[in-house]
């Protein structure tokens, strides 16, 4: 049985939970090593083009890896989609490679990174007021939201679209 929107949403606030430990204690690993840390102790400034390559690095890609890997395991499913007993699976049924699970972790992950692009691409450096560009990315990025959640709503399978993209599906 298709998993329902409330349930998918818990497990997804369990694992972002699961991810944020994760990757306050990578950073804490890294912050020796952090070119960033290291420019602002030597007052070079830092531009967003920088900060962005490193959360990339150091976060976009650990999540990547994580939601990839997880699914793609004997278990099928994340920490939180464990929890509450989910598991992903093709549409046919069967378990998803990695390389299907890699596309349906990169596909979720788009809004994560549109979010990332505008705030490290377009946010103001200052307290200035945010430009245009700003807003509209910001509403771009609460639409990229929208449409994956409404797409569990009124898909008969409950496919987001990482889902529909991957072939998949989200199953109780």
């Known amino acids: 049985m298709p998993a329902d929107l409330g349930r998918r949403l818990i497990g997804y606030a369990i694992d972002c939970v699961v991810l944020f430990v994760g ?12 070119p960033i840390l290291g420019m602002l102790r030597h007052g070079a400034s830092v531009s967003g083009g920088q900060l ?4 990339v690095a150091t976060a976009t890609v650990p999540f990547l890896l ?12 994340t920490v939180g989609m464990r929890i509450l007993r989910m598991r992903v699976e093709t549409v ?8 299907r699970a890699l596309l349906r972790s990169a596909v979720l992950l788009v809004p994560f990174e549109a979010n990332h692009t505008l705030m490290f691409h377009f946010a103001p450096p ?13 509403a771009a990025v609460w639409v990229l939201i929208a449409l994956f959640l409404v797409s569990v709503l009124v898909s008969p399978k409950r496919q987001s679209v990482h889902d529909r993209v991957a072939g998949t599906v989200v199953i109780r």
């Open 23 to 34: 990757l306050l204690a990578l950073q804490a690993l890294l912050s020796p090593i952090n």
């Open 66 to 77: 994580y939601f990839a890997s997880t699914v793609s395991s004997r278990g099928q499913a």
């Open 126 to 138: 200052t307290a200035a007021e945010p430009s245009a560009e700003f807003w509209i990315g910001l």
């Open 92 to 99: 046919d049924g069967s378990r998803l490679g990695f390389p």
């Open 52 to 55: 962005h390559l490193w959360v």
